[in-house]
């Protein structure tokens, strides 16, 4: 058997793993010699908060803390609210934890996870004071007072165990986007050669912006005082959305185009060429000063190259000004981007225009809030006819484990992870409980076991095939060992500590199956009707206007995040059914933009603006027609390219012609989009119809 080498990477999680439980341990012992009623809760949120990074732990932590307040307060309402009316109380009590955690999926980062905690840990406190409320406020301080040990140890551990945090941080942050310029280059270049999997590569960055935009909190938060710096980088990556799109636009303009005349294709390649060597020297940051000489180079040529192809008068001409002005367009934007970078490695300022911003999905908030409702209205009717001693226990950790469940996109997928994992940390319990705490009540002694099998969770949790287990094992493990000061766990105490646990997730999991059910399925129905949603919105004149071509961008980039999340959960040819057409549904937002820009200021004929405007229409009938779709005719469409190809050669402005150019690649593409979007528009819709009627 062949072990893991001690690499970096395993070596990190190593590490780890160490300072969590030496974390995890002290703030147990602390809990211990306060005297605290439930010293488990101490290491249970050492767990829960630790992360990757000491920024995402401090943030993490902080934000703990701020939810750990609001549920205490909330525990403490809910008892004043409904003293002695039982039903009432779980009522109110399944009302809080539905809208925190509806709310949780409204916000972003940590501050998400914050709701949820104000979800569960006014549960933990109302239902621990159910029977004695006139102790409400003391359980709720001594509540608070495991999660502020819990967080402190944490954050200290995470200080002195991570020295130089603050310039890994910033070297961090810079290595992450010379690799995602770098990246982006390889599949331009790609894209310009009409190579296969340049579409695929452009996907796949424009998925992975969104989660690095989402992790430039915990950069700025691991590196104090580089708060400017993270500012620059969310400008650089909302840059670079752009240059992906327009990578896209790029690559529908190449392949909707009859004809590439030779000089076309001999500058084509030029232009993947200079990328590929571009890639290069952008993934040394050393030399970013060199990769903008070569991007001020490439741009140069390429507007020289369109100077000589927009005054011919012939449809070669025509074509290369089309394909042109896509190059040159993707060029200024990667120029845009790479200076972004570049003030940001020299500590320049930049403007903040370009941020990406995640919108919310009030729908999915909803849902999510309603299954987190009956969940606890269903736990609560098991305890009231059943009568069961740990009725409490169990609906707290219900809460728990429907706020967890509840800002996870995939639930479902992970659930069954996630019931093994605290399967694992029952079995794992036996060793504490059964022999080693009978022997000796010295914490010394306890510590030992307890701080080998949390290392091992620890390190099961920095390895993505066991993650989802561990992750539960390591947040649950302390709960069932039920340590207290004043005595040791019995046989019958540990088996319904364990049934608790085990029914509470077993319960949590079945809810949200049946309860506005989740699937993948489900999944990739929203995100195409929020897709179309969006172009609905631009299919509306007045609202089209306003509707900024860098919003589109970010809505769209979300929506290609979603679909790399859910990557490998369905089968292969509906992922890329999906991913095609969420780049289509993004090719065809920012082209009609474009043209209504250029019919606005009266450069293309108005009726072009309409023809897009009917492709647009077109595309969205895909999702709304069972029959057939109505598209405009072949006729027609070359009829109004003739109509603009006969108006590009008629003027000699060469400033006409380039916009002329513009409006017929704009049209060229969306109508290639409303081809290459048909399976994932059509397919999905029995589905989706079969939803709506159910």
Not at 396 to 402: A, H, M, N
Not at 648 to 666: C, K, P, Y
């Amino acid at each position: 058997m062949k072990f893991p080498q001690l690499q970096p990477t395993n070596l990190s999680a190593v590490l780890f793993s160490l300072r969590t439980t030496i974390a995890s341990l002290v703030a147990v012992a602390i809990a211990l010699w306060m005297e605290l009623g439930a010293p488990q809760w101490a290491g249970m949120t050492v767990w829960i908060v630790a992360q990757n990074s000491r920024g995402m732990s401090l943030s993490k932590g902080r934000w703990r803390v701020a939810g750990t307040v609001l549920g205490m307060v909330g525990g403490i309402g809910l008892i004043a609210l409904a003293p002695q009316h039982p039903w009432v109380f779980f009522l109110l009590l399944a009302g809080w934890v539905g809208l925190c955690t509806g709310l949780a999926c409204l916000v972003e980062s940590f501050r998400g996870y914050a709701m949820v905690l104000a979800g569960y840990t006014g549960a933990i406190i109302a239902l621990g004071a159910a029977e004695q409320p006139d102790h409400v406020f003391y359980i709720a301080m001594a509540r608070g007072s495991y999660i502020f040990i819990g967080v402190v140890c944490e954050m200290v551990a995470g200080m002195v165990a991570v020295p130089g945090a603050d310039r890994k941080a910033r070297q961090e942050l810079q290595e992450k986007l010379a690799s995602l310029f770098a990246q982006s280059a390889a599949a331009l270049a790609c894209v310009a050669r009409r190579e296969e999997g340049g579409v695929a590569q452009l996907s796949t960055l424009l998925g992975n912006l969104q989660a690095l935009n989402d992790q430039l909190e915990f950069i700025r938060i691991d590196s104090h005082g580089a708060h400017e710096d993270a500012e620059r980088a969310y400008v650089t990556l909302g840059r670079v959305a752009f240059v992906l799109s327009r990578g896209v636009g790029l690559h529908s303009r190449l392949a909707s185009s009859p004809h590439l005349p030779p000089p076309l294709l001999e500058g084509l390649e030029r232009v993947a060429r200079e990328l590929d060597e571009l890639s290069l020297s952008l993934k040394d940051i050393e030399k970013i000063d060199v990769s903008l000489a070569q991007l001020t180079t490439m741009l140069s040529e390429n507007r020289e190259a369109l100077a000589r192809y927009l005054p011919l008068d012939s449809r070669d001409g025509v074509q290369a000004s089309i394909a042109g002005i896509g190059v040159e367009i993707m060029l200024e934007d990667f120029l845009s981007a790479v200076q972004s970078h570049s003030a940001g490695v020299k500590g320049r300022r930049v403007q903040k225009e370009f941020r990406i911003k995640r919108s919310v999905d009030m729908r999915f908030a909803c849902m999510n809030g309603v299954r987190s409702a009956a969940a606890m209205v269903i736990g609560a009717l098991i305890w009231e006819v059943t009568a069961w001693p740990y009725g409490a226990a169990y609906l707290s950790l219900l809460s728990v484990i429907c706020a967890r469940f509840a800002i996870m996109n995939n639930m479902i997928l992970v659930s069954r992870s996630f019931f093994y994992g605290a399967v694992w940390s029952v079995l794992a319990s036996i060793i504490p409980v059964f022999i080693v705490m009978p022997l000796s009540s010295d914490y010394a002694i306890f510590a030992l076991p307890y701080g080998v099998l949390m290392f091992l969770g620890g390190l099961a949790l920095r390895w993505p095939a066991t993650a989802g287990m561990a992750a539960s094992y390591v947040n649950f493990f302390p709960w069932v060992l039920g340590l207290d000061n004043q005595g040791r766990m019995d046989e019958i105490e540990w088996v319904n500590q364990s049934i608790a646990l085990l029914l509470a997730l077993w319960s949590g999991v079945q809810v949200f199956r049946t309860v506005l059910p989740f699937s993948a399925k489900q999944a990739w129905v929203q995100l195409r009707r929020q897709l179309i949603e969006g172009l609905h919105r631009l299919d509306t004149p007045e609202d089209g206007r306003r509707q900024a071509q860098k919003r589109w961008v970010d809505e769209t980039t979300q929506r290609m995040e979603q679909v790399i999340r859910f990557a490998g959960q369905i089968p292969e040819h509906e992922t890329k059914d999906m991913v095609r057409g969420t780049l289509a549904v993004m090719t065809v937002g920012r082209n009609l933009l474009t043209l209504r820009d250029l019919a606005a200021s009266q450069r293309v004929p108005m009726s072009s603006l309409q023809e897009g405007e009917q492709l647009t229409r077109d595309i969205i009938h895909l999702t709304e027609e069972t029959i057939s779709d109505h598209p405009v005719s072949e006729e027609r469409f070359w009829q109004e390219q003739h109509m603009l190809e006969k108006a590009f050669l008629e003027t000699q402005d060469v400033s006409l012609r380039h916009d002329i150019a513009s409006g017929m690649g704009s049209l060229r593409i969306i109508r290639f989009e409303y081809h290459a979007s048909k399976a994932f528009l059509k397919e999905t819709f029995t589905f989706a119809e079969g939803l709506r009627h159910a």
